[in-house]
T-cell receptor, first 116, second 112 residues
Framework: NAGVMQNPRHLVRRRGQEARLRCSPM?????VYWYRQLPEEGLKFMVY????????ESGMPKERFSAEFPKEGPSILRIQQVVRGDSAAYFC??????????????FGPGTRLTVT | GNSVTQMEGPVTLSEEAFLTINCTYT??????LFWYVQYPGEGLQLLLK?????DKGSNKGFEATYRKETTSFHLEKGSVQVSDSAVYFC???????????FGTGTKLQVIP
């Protein structure tokens, strides 16, 4: 059973360009989460999505960032007009969506975004 | 809000030494508690977890006990190996919410 897949693993963008990060959840998982890890820091929650729905986006910056999880295909985290401060590792996690404390999140390998 | 505080690193130990990484938390209700490990250049792997008070999570020789009275979840291992060198994150997930709150991580370096 393949784990959570993210691509690309490394992404370099110039200031002002757009960055699109993709996440394919584990088979059978319908919940996706995005986290950002700034250099030398822990992971910070950004957004929680189910198929075609954003459930919690309390950690998303108000501008330039958006996320989707369409009915078909991977989840996409989109950053428009990137700035140097967006340079970070972006991790996706997925879970099966079972109720209670057994709804384990499994993390992907991350996409390391560098803005030059 | 919820928060996790863990000891700052880096922690440098000799092989076969005893490891303790302290972790305390603040949360409403009864959160689930986790330790994740991140090897260089890789994503996070769940190391162990505990979902209720007095539960002990264990895996690969690592252990942590959910102590509600002290709001702690300290990570321990009796004899570390060079291959344990990594960054360790303590984390919680509060009941009813799915997002995980992480500590800042503790870098462990084990030298031969």
């Amino acid at each position: 059973n393949a784990g959570v897949m993210q691509n690309p693993r490394h992404l370099v963008r110039r200031r002002g360009q757009e960055a699109r990060l993709r996440c394919s959840p584990m088979k059978g998982h319908s919940h996706v989460y995005w986290y950002r890890q700034l250099p030398e820091e822990g992971l910070k929650f950004m957004v929680y999505l189910q198929k075609e729905n954003i459930i919690d986006e309390s950690g998303m910056p108000k501008e330039r960032f958006s996320a989707e999880f369409p009915k078909e295909g991977p989840s996409i985290l989109r950053i428009q007009q990137v700035v140097r401060g967006d340079s970070a590792a972006y991790f996706c996690a997925s879970s099966p969506g079972t109720s209670g404390r057994d709804d384990e999140q499994y993390f992907g390998p991350g996409t390391r975004l560098t803005v030059t | 809000g919820n928060s996790v505080t863990q000891m700052e690193g880096p922690v440098t130990l000799s092989e076969e030494a005893f490891l303790t990484i302290n972790c305390t938390y603040t949360a409403t209700g009864y959160p689930s508690l986790f330790w994740y490990v991140q090897y260089p250049g890789e994503g996070l792997q769940l190391l162990l977890k505990a979902t209720k008070a007095d539960d002990k999570g264990s895996n690969k020789g690592f252990e942590a006990t959910y102590r509600k009275e002290t709001t702690s979840f300290h990570l321990e291992k009796g004899s570390v190996q060079v291959s344990d060198s990594a960054v360790y994150f303590c984390a919680l997930r509060a009941g009813g919410y799915q997002k995980v709150t992480f500590g800042t991580g503790t870098k462990l370096q084990v030298i031969p």
